[in-house]
């Protein structure tokens, strides 16, 4: 049976950690309405360059783009999102699942020895990853992104990754993340990104395009390959951005959780406290009565 000094120290402790867990909650929170302002802040971007193809497509003409060239396909990359730090619960693990069932998707799909390039973004990510790497399947990280990459090193990676798509070194580019919907609620997505495909410009047909006429200088080919890069950069800032308004939403949920755990375990430890030093007063009470009556 514990000791009245242990419990007390045991109180301490629980308490010192439930004030720790409150003030993580508060950061993460802070964090991710920052985030939530960075994804609206990136919308009217997006929106316009949608816009601007979805018109480009309804135009009456012929376009090339060896972004949108479909082929055979043979070696795949998957680019995963994931966290850099822990203490957000149950997040990485839910990725790192869908991410087993989209590699089992391709194999069957594509065959079993399809070569398949896991990208990892984020520390915890890359180590999970690294458990399915043999054979046809290889985890590559990029250097110098991670789930904290500002616009500067997006843009390089978005780079990169077009690149090995127009040198053949992949036939697709999937990108698997959590798409952020609200602080209770994240859900994730797979997303092509490489071949761009016509749905990606309008993903749940409730868009419509302006029938007013434009004029297209120098002409719509020209103009279409120049924005689709633009769009692909869009695409792949609000991915990142979505990627921290989510995690920082399950770390808020988990340090929740946490503080609700700790505050259930310091009433339990109170009420087992005062029961045990009411029993120790009460003893010498009766310590007391004992020596006077005799």
Request: aromatic letters at 8%; charged letters at 25%; a neutral charge.
């Amino acid at each position: 049976m514990a000791t009245l000094r242990e419990l007390k120290g045991r109180i301490g402790s629980v308490a010192s950690s439930e004030k720790i867990t409150g003030a993580m909650k508060m950061i993460s929170s802070a964090k991710m309405h920052k985030a939530e302002q960075a994804l609206r802040r990136q919308l009217p971007f997006r929106n316009q360059i949608e816009t601007i193809i979805a018109n480009l497509l309804s135009a009456d003409a012929q376009f090339v783009s060896p972004l949108i060239e479909s082929r055979d396909v043979k070696h795949i990359s998957i680019v995963v999102f994931g966290s850099d730090d822990g203490l957000c619960g149950a997040y990485n693990v839910n990725i790192f699942k869908q991410l087993l069932e989209r590699v089992q998707y391709y194999q069957a799909t594509y065959g079993s020895d399809v070569k398949i390039k896991v990208v990892p973004v984020g520390t915890k990510m890359y180590k999970a990853s690294n458990k399915i790497a043999h054979g046809s399947i290889k985890v590559e990280m990029v250097e110098g992104v991670n789930s904290k990459t500002e616009a500067d090193g997006v843009k390089t990676f978005i780079a990169q990754l077009q690149q090995q798509f127009l040198e053949g070194e992949t036939d697709l580019v999937d990108v698997l993340y959590m798409n952020f919907v609200s602080m209770s609620r994240q859900r994730p997505r797979f997303e092509q990104i490489l071949p761009v495909v016509q749905e990606s410009f309008m993903p749940e047909g409730e868009k419509s395009v302006s029938s007013r006429p434009y004029l297209f200088e120098p002409d719509v080919n020209q103009i279409f390959s120049s924005v689709l890069p633009l769009f692909l950069l869009s695409t792949m800032q609000e991915i990142f951005t979505e990627n921290r308004a989510s995690e920082q939403a399950a770390r808020v949920m988990a340090m929740q959780s946490a503080n609700d755990n700790a505050k259930k375990l310091l009433d339990q430890l109170r009420l087992e406290y005062n029961k045990l030093r009411q029993q120790s007063i009460t003893n010498e009470l009766l310590d007391i009565v004992g020596g006077q009556v005799r």
